[in-house]
């Protein structure tokens, strides 16, 4: 079922479902969460469930904005180290998210066990909408992962979500996901900040808020293999995905020439095919356009049943990280 996110009543009967121990997608300005009441281990469990993710990867946990969030910052975390209130000040709401120490005793379930947990309040005004309601009839926070099965495209519009769940599933529309790829993973339970995924918000942003430098996942002594967003070969579109240079494309589309079928190429610059039957579509010159439009536009090629995407490799530059990771790893798949 399908809930318009505009409307007070949806919310309510949303915030009535969660409450009842039930699921909920919900949109945020990165992608859809398919949320739970995160303090229900047996709420958390249907998330579990439903994605056929393994029961010890952690889920972020969403929270309100203003008052709400801090009284459920202090509900799910220990108290922050500064350069982590820093992030918080700078980028909350928004699309980042902190991993950070966890209170014993709440939420186990949410956070896959582990002692620390994955905290974001999303700028999304439906998701703040649902996440106040909710906090004022006792449910905190919602956990909340991308609301796709475990290892595919993450969904950026209600309809990627019911066609990954079908029509039983709640979920509130919001339109399509503004950001389009997942939020920024922050590490702060270390000591100094690691980035664990990076998304819109860059690591020179991050290192300007928090005042310190940031470290890649790498640095971590036992890299954690349970934070299945940092796995590689996540992300997959069915097609097979290959990253090229625009001219390596060009040169394969010349290769296949008049015959070539069952293709979707997806480049910055134009490049021609002898065949009407290759997919094209262009790449943004802007990478958060291309972060936008990314993971909607590889549900369509797989929609139109073909075999091989063909995508130009992005710049190597800051802004694009994003982009560039989810490409990589679905390059994987
Ligand atoms: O933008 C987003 O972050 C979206 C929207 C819905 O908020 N959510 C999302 O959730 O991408 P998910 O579950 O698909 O990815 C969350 C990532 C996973 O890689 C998970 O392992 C990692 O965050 N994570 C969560 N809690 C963690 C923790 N305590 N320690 C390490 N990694 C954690
Ligand atoms: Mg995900």
Known sequence: MILD????????????????GGLVAFPTETVYGLGADATSDMAVAGIFKAKGRPADHPLIVHVAAGIKGTEALSRFAQPLPPFAQKL?????????????????????????????????????????????ACAEQGVPGLAGPSANRFGRVSPTTAQHVRDEFGDALTVIDGGACEVGIESTIVDCSRGAPVLLRPGLITRAQIEAAAGERLSNREVLETPDPRASGTLEAHYAPNAKLRLMDAKAIQAGLDVLGPGAAHIAVWTRVEVRSHSQRVLQRRMPDDAAASAHQLFAVLREFDAEGVKLIWVETPPDTPEWEGV????HRASMG
């Open 324 to 327: 560039r990771d989810r490409l």
């Open 88 to 132: 918080v000040q700078a980028f909350w709401p928004g699309p980042l998210t902190l991993i950070v120490t966890r209170q014993p005793g709440v939420a186990a379930a949410a956070a896959g066990g582990q002692d620390t947990i994955g905290l974001r309040c999303p700028s999304h005004p439906v998701a703040q909408a649902l996440l106040e």
């Open 5 to 20: 996110g505009q409307s007070p009543e949806a919310i309510a009967e949303a915030v009535r479902v969660l409450r009842a």
